[in-house]
Structure formats: C-alpha cells, structure tokens
C-alpha cells in the first residue's frame, strides 16, 4: 500500500515537473552586457515588468522602474535591486491613464537622464475604466498612454542608436477589430461595463499594440532604431486580479500548473530587447522567443497608418 502511494506520488510529480518544463516555453538565450545603457520598463512594479527589469539589471543596463504608485515603485525598486545584486535602479513616477502624467514623465526623464537605449512598454490592464482624460482605461493605457509615451522619447532613443522600443501585446490581439466609427463617436472607445466587454476592448487594445509597432516600424526605417511587439504567454500573474474571487479561485489551479511564472513570462520581451541580429524584423510580432506570422487585420498599412493619425489627435500630438 506505502509502496503504490509512493509509486503514484513519484509519477505525479514527474508529470507535475514535466508539464511544468514544457509551459515555461524558450527562454531568451543572449548573454548580451548592457553596461553603460538605460532602459525603461513601464508597469514594472509587478508581474511580467518586474522580472524583465531584474534581468536587465542583471545585465549591468540602468533600469528605470516606470510605475504609477510611488510607494509600489520604491518597493520594487528595492527588490529589483536585490534580486539583481545591482545598484544601478530608479523609480520615476509614470500613470499612463493620464496624458498629462506621461507628458510630465517625459520631461523629467529627458531633463534628469542622458540615454535611453531600449523602452519596453509592458504596462497593462484588464479591467473597466476611463482615464482622466475620459478615454477607456483599457485603450487609454494599453495604447494611447504608450503611443503618446514613446512620440516624446523618440528622439532621445534615435540619438541612442542602436536602440529598440519592445511593446508588450497579447495573443488575444487575434480577437480584436478597430472600429475607427466607434472611436470617432464614442472617443473612449468603451468602458468595460460587462465582463463579456472588458473581454472585447482589452482584445482591440492589444491589436492596437501590433499595428502601433507595426506602423512605427515604417517611420523609423533608417534611423537604426527598431521596434517589436509580443505575445509573452499565458503568465500567472496579476493581471486578473479584477475578476472575481469565485472566478479566480476556479481558474487557480489551471494557472498554477498551465501558466507561466513571470520569469517565464519575461523570455519574450528580453529577447525583442536584447537578442543580437533581429534588427531586420523590426515592426513584427514575436511569441516564445520567435517571430510569428500574423493574420492581414494586425499588418494593414492603411488601418495602421490611420491609427496612428488618430492617436496623434486623440493624444494632443498634432
Ligand atoms: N499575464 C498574462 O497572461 C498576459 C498575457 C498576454 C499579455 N499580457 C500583457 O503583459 C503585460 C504585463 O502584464 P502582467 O501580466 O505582468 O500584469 P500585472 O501583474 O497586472 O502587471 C501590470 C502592470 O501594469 C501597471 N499599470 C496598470 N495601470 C497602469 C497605469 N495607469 N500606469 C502605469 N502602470 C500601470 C500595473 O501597476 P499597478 O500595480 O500600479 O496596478 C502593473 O505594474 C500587460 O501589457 C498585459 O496585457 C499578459
Ligand atoms: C545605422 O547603423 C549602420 C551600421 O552600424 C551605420 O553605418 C549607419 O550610419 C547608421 N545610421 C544611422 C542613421 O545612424
Ligand atoms: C471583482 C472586482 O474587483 N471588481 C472591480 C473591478 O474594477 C471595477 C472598477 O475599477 C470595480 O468597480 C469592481 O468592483
């Protein structure tokens, strides 16, 4: 009896070990130094941010921890600098549901910082909202916050060339459509007010991530700096912590054993940031460590180019 418990523990714990190898995925395999170089990583105070700012930090690159709360940001702060045994990690206060918090952030970085060699926007929410300025939280901070963010910090990272701008995004963009109508009469481009709509919106927030970078690709060709957006996994991380605790407690056990932990969940977007010789992927899209192919909708030149203008305006850019 001891010896078949002992038999079907041992066998669970292999499969347990094996399942748990499998979902961990690729892992970004460059040793690349960043010494001398400095990055910002928005919404870095948690999740998939903060694992990403350790290995950059690892790395020897300066780490700007780019986080709305100044309290969760010192915190991270502390622990980015522990985990990574360097010194060399800032805060600076970021809200992206506010274009005036992002114009300030802006201003203080460029005045208080002299490079900046890769920008990883990876903030992100899925949850109902509107931002200050009356936008969905969703549209507002997943794309407008960091469309607006990267416009302004443009010309600094072109001074810094080679330079990369990593947009974290979602295999979820799949789901997404833009409806430039909606955005024209209804300019927050949805709220959230159901589960079934916070579903929806976060899927055309993470679409808008794809064309962004897709469109901003064509606009920095020359300048010797490229730009990627990903798909990190499905990583257990905080990011449903707006479901409810009936939800969450159902769906705990199948993120516990088919969800990536956020270092896992960080391979992606280290590799767009760091990996030698991917330069000429610029504008595409990765996931697992790769790039993929994506369906006509997320590489329109016509939709991406006329989100890009609309942004402008929604953004106070033009
Ligand atoms: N987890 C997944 O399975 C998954 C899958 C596909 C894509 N993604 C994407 O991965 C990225 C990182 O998400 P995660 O999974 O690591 O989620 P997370 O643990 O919830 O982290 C999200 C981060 O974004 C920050 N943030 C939220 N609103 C902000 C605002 N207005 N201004 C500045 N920062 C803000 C959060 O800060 P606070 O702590 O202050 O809220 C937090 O640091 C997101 O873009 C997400 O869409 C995640
Ligand atoms: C881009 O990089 C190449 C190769 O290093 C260099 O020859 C070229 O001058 C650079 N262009 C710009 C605009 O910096
Ligand atoms: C379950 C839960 O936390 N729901 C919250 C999601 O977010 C909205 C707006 O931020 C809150 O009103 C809900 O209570």
Same mark, same amino acid.
Request: with cysteine; hydrophobic share 40%; proline share 2%.
């Given at each position: 009896m001891l010896e078949e418990t002992l038999l079907i523990v041992g066998i669970l714990s292999v499969v347990f070990m094996a399942i748990r190898a499998y979902v961990r995925g690729a892992k970004c395999k460059s040793k690349v130094k960043l010494h001398g170089k400095t990055v910002i990583v928005t919404g870095s105070n948690v999740g998939i941010g903060r694992a990403t700012a350790v290995d950059l930090a690892r790395r020897g690159a300066r780490v700007i921890l780019a986080c709305r709360?100044? /309290?969760?940001? &010192? /915190?991270?702060?502390?622990?980015? #600098?522990? *985990?990574?045994?360097?010194?060399?990690?800032?805060?600076?206060?970021?809200? @992206?549901? +506010?274009? #005036?918090? /992002?114009?300030?952030?802006?201003?203080?970085?460029?005045?208080? &910082?002299?490079?900046?060699? $890769? @920008?990883?926007?990876?903030?992100?929410?899925y949850k109902q909202g509107t931002t200050e300025d009356g936008f969905g939280l969703m549209f507002g901070v997943n794309h407008l916050g960091h469309f607006l963010l990267t416009n302004l910090l443009l010309d600094r990272l072109k001074e810094c060339a080679p330079s990369r701008i990593v947009t974290v995004s979602s295999i979820m963009h799949k789901y997404g459509t833009l409806d430039f109508d909606t955005l024209r009469t209804h300019k927050e481009?949805?709220?959230? *007010?159901?589960?079934?709509? $916070?579903?929806?919106? =976060?899927?055309?927030? #993470?679409l808008c991530n794809v064309?962004?970078?897709? &469109?901003?690709?064509?606009?920095?060709?020359g300048t010797n700096v490229t730009?990627?957006?990903?798909?990190?996994?499905?990583?257990?991380?905080?990011?449903?912590?707006?479901?409810?605790?009936?939800?969450?407690?159902?769906?705990?056990?199948?993120?516990?054993?088919?969800?990536?932990?956020?270092?896992?969940?960080?391979?992606?977007?280290?590799?767009?940031?760091?990996?030698?010789?991917? *330069?000429?992927?610029?504008?595409? =899209?990765?996931?697992?460590?790769? /790039?993929?192919?994506?369906?006509?909708?997320?590489?329109?030149?016509?939709?991406? #180019?006329?989100?890009?203008?609309? +942004?402008e305006t929604l953004s106070g850019l033009s």
């Open positions: 709360s100044q /309290v969760r940001g &010192e /915190v991270a702060v502390a622990l980015v #600098k522990r *985990e990574s045994g360097s010194q060399n990690v800032a805060f600076m206060q970021l809200d @992206l549901a +506010s274009l #005036k918090s /992002v114009r300030s952030f802006a201003e203080t970085f460029l005045k208080t &910082e002299k490079r900046l060699d $890769i @920008l990883i926007n990876n903030a992100g929410v481009f949805g709220v959230g *007010e159901t589960s079934r709509s $916070i579903f929806w919106i =976060y899927a055309h927030s #993470k064309l962004f970078t897709h &469109e901003l690709a064509k606009r920095l060709q730009c990627y957006s990903l798909h990190p996994g499905a990583v257990n991380s905080d990011l449903n912590r707006n479901l409810s605790k009936m939800t969450r407690r159902l769906i705990k056990p199948i993120t516990t054993l088919f969800f990536k932990d956020v270092e896992a969940g960080a391979q992606t977007s280290l590799y767009c940031a760091v990996q030698e010789g991917i *330069e000429s992927l610029s504008g595409r =899209y990765f996931s697992n460590c790769a /790039v993929q192919k994506v369906e006509p909708k997320a590489q329109d030149d016509a939709v991406a #180019k006329k989100l890009w203008e609309v +942004s």
